[in-house]
């Protein structure tokens, strides 16, 4: 049995005192991601996890820091991914800024949710998940998720999702993926 705890998180920039660990990914991480190439040390988001067992009786929580940027008419985002179990869910509450998570099914089927301080979403077992950051400013969210989730990034990483989140002539824009593989 774990010891009870508490950490802090920084509602503005996301860090969590005291300790945590850190998942950090640059361009050079997200190739293929985009459709346009993209490379280099320049830091699209990072991760503070707080570390617990990873067993489906405790919760996995962590904050998100997904700057923002753009590759070609893209917004930074994250890398998305299913659960490696499949029917794991997942809560995320926004601090601050503004994004769009994008979510989709296996069979094709897709959802889009606003994120800005304070949204609270849910994303039921068997959606994959990818966060955009939108706006000219940081955006940060606190996750929660059952411990054995697993992270199954290969089936994006083939696949893609479904809908692109761009810079349209008037702002953020959902057009259809052209390089979606549809199953
Ligand atoms: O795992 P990815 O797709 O790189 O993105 C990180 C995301 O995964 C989570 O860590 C857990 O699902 C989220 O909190 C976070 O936004
Ligand atoms: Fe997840």
Avoid at 43 to 66: G, H, K
Avoid at 146 to 151: L, P, T
Avoid at 158 to 179: D, I, M, Y
Wanted: with cysteine; charged share 25%.
């Amino acid at each position: 049995m774990l010891q009870p705890f508490t950490r802090v998180l920084d509602l503005g920039t996301g860090d969590i005192a005291p300790e945590n660990r850190l998942v950090r990914r640059r361009l050079s991480d997200m190739r293929g991601a985009y459709a346009e190439d993209c490379d280099g040390a320049q830091v699209v988001y990072e991760v503070f996890n707080i570390d617990v067992p990873e067993t489906n009786s405790e919760l996995q929580t962590c904050t998100t820091r997904l700057y923002n940027g753009k590759v070609g008419d893209e917004y930074f985002m994250t890398k998305g991914h299913f659960h490696e179990v499949r029917d794991r869910s997942e809560v995320y509450l926004t601090t601050s800024g503004y994004g769009r998570l994008v979510m989709a099914t296996e069979d094709g089927r897709y959802a889009i949710e606003e994120m800005r301080p304070g949204s609270m979403n849910y994303i039921p077992g068997g959606w994959s998940h990818r966060s955009v950051n939108v706006a000219d400013e940081p955006l940060v969210f606190f996750a929660a998720y059952i411990g054995d989730s697993g992270h199954d990034y290969g089936s994006i990483e083939e696949r893609g999702f479904p809908v692109l989140v761009v810079e349209g002539p008037s702002g953020p824009e959902v057009v259809p993926n052209p390089r979606y593989q549809s199953s």
